[in-house]
């Protein structure tokens, strides 16, 4: 009746976020079906909705919210017997491959999310899929705000999702973490799809806005939630290390106007000190006790950015042999460019461009702009000035976002004042 | 259903790279593992027509098709298997993936 503002609904189901994971992975684990876990998830919580405020909280929620959605699940079997049926078939052949094992009794919900994690990432599944029903299975987002997060409208979003559910559910793709044997060759695609999250979140492709924080702090609250589920795993540890350490410096990362400010001239007692300590440690348990993987070694890259006191201070020859180690791992062209402008800082421009120049005829490369603004930058830092602007209006026609595209006109502007 | 897609194809139209005990080996393992509902090998393609037939019901047949395509049918196994984890495993294991591809596809399920 009353429609104060703020009123506790919005704040409710905000705390369901978390619990819609879980119910959600509990459900598939047990039915064997994302659709009618759904379906049947999202029926518990509007019940939640509406009874918690009048009955109170029950003192096992997530056990309450289980035996609501379990309930309305067999509703449904009941209403519908071919899909029973079909659905009873499937289950059958799950458990002969991969038996659901005992609840936990001490849990008030288990924590299943994992499986669900490698479905969602599971290579058989477009990379765009992954990332979308990630977000909508795992962080908990409606299908509208996968749309928004990814400028994409809501009825083009929700094809993809149901695109990837049906691909899933006809293919067989199966909702279990794999052994210890494939986990290897599986890892590295699940931490992708939350990186690719969180690199969409902190440089947008396109569009208005340089960063898009929510969806890089989703990423966050996803690695954090892997990182509980596999402690083991260090890589886990270094992507959510990495994440952080970027995302410390968001608040310095942008001017008052929204306009790109470079790691040269950020003001570092911007940086989220807390956040720093809290990636550090991650960092350091990734590179500990065995050879590294590639998050462990960016995350350590960040690390030292982010001890600096500032940019020219930096251990350049560190982040060299930093850069030197993630390309021995898996060597790309992009980690080449990165490697070029810390060898600068290191050995001066003219050693940077020479490393620059050498990777001209790489295809990868071509309307990568950040690689011609690298280019433009050194040039200027050279006092090379025309072939300097040349290259920053090449960069200038690639750039995606229109913070990128002002920050490089400035660069320009500056540099056409000084030469004229 | 797993075809098998060769693209390295020799003279007589026969994928090439693998040995017939390879072949034999892993026909062996999926008839043992009880997986097994059919399979063929298909005949060289040199030995392939194509029919088709027009709006008007005007019948076309023609030699071939030859390999324009790069990665040609060259035999197929259809298997029980409970998800697609394990069928992505035997496709792995089969000697045809490795101088060519298979292609995983379900069965289509008409609720029958």
């Not at chain 1, 918690?52 to 009941?78: E, I, Y």
């Not at chain 1, 939350?194 to 890089?216: K, W």
């Not at chain 1, 083991?232 to 310095?252: C, I, K, S, T």
Request: charged share 25%.
């Amino acid at each position: 009746m009353d429609e104060r503002p703020g009123t506790p609904i919005a704040s409710v189901e905000a705390v369901f976020r978390e619990e819609r994971g879980r119910l959600l992975a509990a459900l598939v684990r047990r039915f064997g079906d994302l659709d009618l876990a759904e379906e049947v998830t999202s029926e518990a919580i509007e019940a939640a909705l509406a009874r918690w405020p009048v009955d109170g909280v029950p003192p096992k929620p997530g056990a309450w919210l289980m035996t609501t959605a379990r309930r309305k699940a067999v509703d449904r079997l009941r209403r519908d017997q071919v899909f029973a049926t079909r659905l009873a078939i499937l289950r059958v052949e799950a458990d002969r491959a991969d038996p659901v094992p005992p609840p936990d009794p001490g849990a008030d919900l288990p924590d299943e999310r994992l499986q669900l994690f490698f479905t969602c990432a599971h290579p058989a599944l477009a990379a765009e899929d992954r990332t979308a029903l990630t977000l909508r299975c795992l962080a908990g987002l409606t299908t509208p705000e996968v749309a928004r997060a990814f400028l994409l409208p809501t009825a083009t979003m929700a094809k993809r999702i149901t695109r990837a559910k049906k691909k899933i559910s006809e293919a067989r793709i199966p909702f279990r973490v794999p052994g210890a044997d494939e986990l290897p060759e599986r890892l590295p695609g699940v931490l992708q799809v939350v990186y690719s999250i969180f690199t969409e979140g902190y440089a947008a492709s396109s569009g208005p806005d340089l960063l898009r924080l929510d969806l890089a702090e989703e990423a966050i609250r996803l690695a954090r939630i892997l990182r509980r589920l596999l402690p083991q795993q260090r890589e886990v540890a270094g992507l959510l290390g990495l994440m952080l350490l970027v995302h410390a410096r968001r608040e310095a990362r942008t001017g008052p106007d929204g306009e790109l400010v470079l790691l040269e001239e950020q003001d570092r007692l911007r940086w989220d000190a807390p956040m720093i300590e809290e990636g550090t440690v991650l960092v350091t348990v990734a590179l500990t006790g065995g050879p590294p993987g590639p998050y462990g070694v960016q995350g350590a890259i960040a690390a030292v950015h982010a001890e600096a006191a500032d940019f020219a201070g930096t251990d350049w020859p560190q982040i060299v042999a930093l850069y030197d180690v993630l390309n021995a791992l898996g060597p790309s062209p992009v980690v080449a460019v990165n490697r070029a402008v810390a060898v600068a800082m290191r050995d001066g421009p003219q050693a940077g461009l020479d490393l620059l120049d050498e990777l001209a005829a790489e295809p990868l490369l071509r309307g990568y702009h950040p690689y011609i603004a690298a280019r433009a930058d050194l040039l200027e830092r050279l006092g090379r000035d025309s072939q300097a602007a040349e290259a920053y209006r090449e960069a200038l026609d690639l750039a995606g976002t229109e913070p990128e595209r002002e920050l490089i006109r400035r660069r320009l502007a500056a540099i056409e004042r000084g030469g004229s | 259903m797993l075809m098998i897609m060769a693209n390295a194809i020799d003279e007589q139209g026969g994928a090439a790279g693998c040995t017939v005990e390879d072949w034999m080996a892993y026909d062996k393992e999926v008839q043992d593992a009880g997986i097994m509902v059919s399979g063929e090998s298909l005949a060289d393609l040199v030995t392939a027509t194509t029919v088709r037939v027009a709006a008007d019901g005007a019948r076309t047949v023609t030699d071939g098709p030859y390999a324009e395509t790069r990665e040609v049918l060259g035999g197929f196994y259809v298997i029980d298997v409970p998800d697609l984890d394990a069928a992505l495993d035997w496709a792995a294991r089969c000697p045809g993936a490795r101088d060519g591809s298979i292609v995983v596809r379900p069965i289509a399920d008409f609720g029958g």
